[in-house]
């Protein structure tokens, strides 16, 4: 069983963070962490004053979703450029660089995601027993119609991820959305220090890396989300049922095979060490190159492990050279 932090962790508890918010969450958009997956941080600014999509029942339709989806510039780009394949019991199946996504037609069945030739990671969709049949409505976007106020699309994307969406049609939809994760072998769901998680196998060895969530309204405008997760299942609150919100809502995690780069475990002494300043984080990983903005981060990551008795994990994706960053117990 993992070390790494089990049990329910919000981010509304995070008091470090949320007192040093802006020098934070300056640091993590500079990096533009990914969870290639990269980890983008924050939603490029959307068109203001967007058409309605939904009529607001309870019935969320596959055309309800199709126009939803057609209406995000960044979805829509992923799509031009993903290569796809099929076959009876999938919607969509890709391959991109060794990695694949394989999304089903019966929603119960769950995406499957990894290496092509190596451990595959299954992810249950949120209401998966309220799904109708997946159907592809633009390339590598598969909808899913539902009955419950709140329909999933799942896409395939040009990076080898999968971007997981939820269509929130009215203030009476769910608030909460249940991603049930299994892993062969065991392992677990973290949260990362960024408001995004981690999923590690048995060996607490990086295999995916979720990308900090988001959800914003029919006209843009962001939408409160966070993840919790119990180290099995990662749910995405939305907080949407709320005056001034325009539906629909579209709720997103992304996830990404943590292919290139290596993971680091630091100790308790490292990691207070580290805590303590920019250049002694720079010292330290100085073999991957970072930039001192990512020191930086890495350090202020280690000071607030450091002083809640944890310690700090750190990946660095060799291409980038942006780490993630999650805490375990040491």
């Given at each position: 069983m993992s070390q790494a932090i089990l049990g329910t962790i919000s981010h509304k508890n995070v008091?470090?963070?949320?007192?040093?918010?802006?020098?934070?969450?300056s640091g993590l958009f500079l990096l533009a962490m990914t969870l290639s997956i990269s980890l983008p941080v924050a939603v490029a600014a959307q068109p203001q004053g967007r058409r309605r999509h939904t009529n607001r029942n309870r019935q969320v339709t596959r055309a309800e979703v199709q126009q939803t989806i057609q209406s995000l510039?960044?979805?829509m780009d992923d799509s031009r450029q993903t290569n796809l394949q099929g076959d009876a019991d999938s919607a969509v199946t890709s391959i991109k660089d060794g990695n694949t996504v394989d999304v089903p037609k019966n929603a119960k069945e769950g995406v499957t995601f990894g290496a092509e030739n190596g451990p595959k990671v299954d992810i249950e969709l949120p209401n998966a027993d309220k799904a109708g049949e997946g159907?592809?409505?633009?390339p590598g976007v598969v909808a899913y119609e539902s009955d419950n106020g709140a329909a999933n699309a799942v896409q395939a994307d040009k990076n080898g991820g999968v971007r997981m969406m939820t269509i929130i049609d009215n203030p009476d939809a769910p608030t909460d959305y249940d991603y049930k994760v299994t892993i062969p072998?065991?392992?677990s769901v973290q949260l990362a220090v960024n408001g995004g998680a981690v999923i590690l196998d048995a060996n607490d060895q990086l295999l995916s890396i979720v990308d900090t969530p988001w959800a914003k309204d029919a006209t843009g405008k962001l939408v409160e989300t966070w993840f919790t997760t119990d180290g099995q299942t990662l749910t995405q609150h939305v907080k949407h049922n709320v005056p001034g919100v325009a539906y629909p809502v579209t709720a997103d995690p992304w996830i990404s095979w943590a292919w290139h780069g290596a993971t680091i475990y630091l100790s308790r002494n490292e990691t207070i060490a580290i805590g303590v300043g920019t250049g002694i984080a720079a010292g330290y990983f100085a073999w991957a190159r970072i930039p001192g903005a990512?020191?930086?981060t890495i350090s202020w990551g280690a000071a607030w492990a450091g002083s809640h008795g944890y310690c700090l994990a750190v990946y660095i994706n060799w291409w980038t050279r942006q780490p993630t960053l999650w805490l375990h117990r040491c």
């Open positions: 008091g470090w963070f949320k007192q040093n918010k802006i020098q934070l969450m510039p960044e979805v159907t592809q409505v633009a072998n065991g392992g990512v020191a930086q």
